[in-house]
């Protein structure tokens, strides 16, 4: 895309009545379902159960009788929420799984939803628009802001976002999320609001004609100026929650420029040419050049960063419903623009484009 064909967006500014029901628990025995009573309330109210110990469960474990009482919850959350208190035997919170059931006891399970269950709900948050119309929406992600609801972020994602903000995503895959960010990497992201958008971005990030460039801050200083790492990523076989360089892993490349360095650091320009998981946090510290503040890669907390310095600056890529070229420039946030600065020194804000 030429440079004058582009429409180019630049951001400097910093950034009623219970109805119970019976069904099946072993032989002679009656789940009661208890909801809410209170209206709308009682769509969210969790869930209660109750049933008879039966001869046949007389001596079992408390965690089995749970399984049978609520079979498609697993046995792990079960013993949570006996853990927690939610489960009583006789009108008795019982917190031991192990504990022996006798046949005619009473046992009752107010069955609180799993995290997990709760991830596609929308949760309302501001979000800095960049751009919008109905097709497309582009924001600023800020650093915490995880994208995409996984262990131990089920909920405050974007996608709960898009979800509050329109209905329809609800219908989209992902919400109409086509690509993602670190949780502690900011900058610029696209996002679908329609099939269509969502199908066309799909494919053309799949071709790589979606232009995606990051700045980085990395410990160490490259030997060229300008230069590429094709490497293969993949899961690291010894830390499952660290992606590694691994023979049979997925074709990936990086192309890194050397904007400045100073005192042992380097301003790094990279772009993706592919986006797995991790690409360049991946790609630099297998070069030695771990990113500043990124403790799963090797990299050390310096120069006022606590988390991984590496920013989303600039977006590129074709209208997909108008084909109309679209480009995106976002500048850091104040922490890693200072620095930025005390790496590239004065020039420092002028090498950011």
Known sequence: MEAKDLKSH?????????????????????TALMDDANGDAAADAPESREATITPAQHGHRLDKALVALAPEFSRNHLQGLLEQGHALLDRQAQLNASHRVRAGQRLSVVLVPTEESLAFRPQAMALEVLFEDEHLLVVNKPVG??????????SGTLLNGLLARQATAAALPRAGIVHRLDKDTSGVMVVGKTLQAVTALSRDIAARTVHRRYVALAQGVPLQQRFSIEAPIGRDPQVRVRMAVVAGGRPSRTDVAVLAHSAGFSALSCQLFTGRTHQIRVHLAHEGLPLVADSLYGGKAALGLQRQALHAIELRFLHPLTQEPLAFNCQPPADFSAAWRRVAGAVGTSLLP
């Open 10 to 30: 630049d951001y400097r500014e910093p950034m009623g009545a219970a109805i119970p029901a019976v069904l099946p628990f072993g032989a002679g025995a009656e």
């Open 145 to 154: 802001l995880v994208v995409h609801p996984a262990p131990g972020n089920w």
